[in-house]
């Protein structure tokens, strides 16, 4: 069964940086784009990033546009999100999800439980 | 940016129907999905493509779409509907980023 595993969470101060990680199994991860969510705490769902199959092409949300790299690693079948000059108004839980392919406005079909990242002094 | 208006709550008895709406602009052209979150835990997909509706999903969810407003319709509503649900497109016109709409609760009476 399809599987997604966030890591990496964590207390970070602002400024600071920390790398979360998504680990899949159960379906073949080259043949998917993928997706990083973001909520905070008591507030709804926010798309931050999803990168291509390949890794070559990727998209951000404006808010974290310069500070976030998602990447992907196909031989490890994993999902990265690198970030960088972390703010307050990141703190939130930030989910990995599939991205259903066949089109060009796909749904994401699984997720991941979700790690949580919090920005404080 | 693009916005996705839902409304805040909507209340339901046990056994009644259950529409939780989601407007925006140029509906007509965008694809719309529906994701239900109950507390504590990761949002699962209910309905893509306007009216698709995902293997395991019960046949009480449906979707539909017109005009700027895509509605999300739960009959027979039971008691573990009730969560948080969530609307998404991708926004085109912003060289196609996500965009998920405000979030409604569902409260079962």
């Known amino acids: 069964q399809v599987q997604l595993v966030e890591s990496g969470g964590g207390l970070v101060k602002p400024g600071g940086s920390l790398r979360l990680s998504c680990t899949t199994s159960g379906f073949t991860f080259s043949d998917y784009y993928m997706n990083w969510i973001r909520q905070a705490p008591g507030k709804g769902l926010e798309w931050v990033s999803y990168i291509s199959t390949s890794g070559s092409y990727t998209k951000y949300t404006d808010s974290v546009k310069g500070r976030f790299t998602i990447s992907r690693d196909n031989a490890k079948t994993s999902l990265y999100l690198q970030m960088n000059g972390l703010r307050a108004e990141d703190t939130a839980v930030y989910y990995c999800?599939?991205?259903?392919?066949?089109?060009?406005?796909?749904?994401?079909?699984?997720w991941g439980q979700g790690t949580l990242v919090t920005v404080s002094s | 940016s693009y916005v996705l208006a839902q409304p805040p709550s909507v209340s339901v008895a046990p056994g009644e129907t259950a529409r939780i709406a989601c407007g925006g602009n140029?509906?007509?052209?965008?694809?719309v999905h529906w994701y239900q979150q109950k507390p504590g835990q990761a949002p699962v997909l209910v309905i893509y493509y306007d009216s698709d509706r995902p293997s395991g999903i019960p046949e009480r969810f449906s979707g539909s779409k017109s005009g700027n407003t895509a509605t999300l319709t739960i009959s027979r509503v039971e008691a573990g509907d009730e969560a948080d649900y969530y609307c998404q497109v991708w926004d085109s016109s912003r060289d196609h980023r996500g965009v998920f709409g405000t979030g409604t609760k569902v409260t079962v009476l």
């Open positions: 140029n509906f007509g052209t965008k694809s």
């Open positions: 999800a599939r991205v259903l392919s066949g089109s060009d406005e796909p749904p994401s079909d699984y």
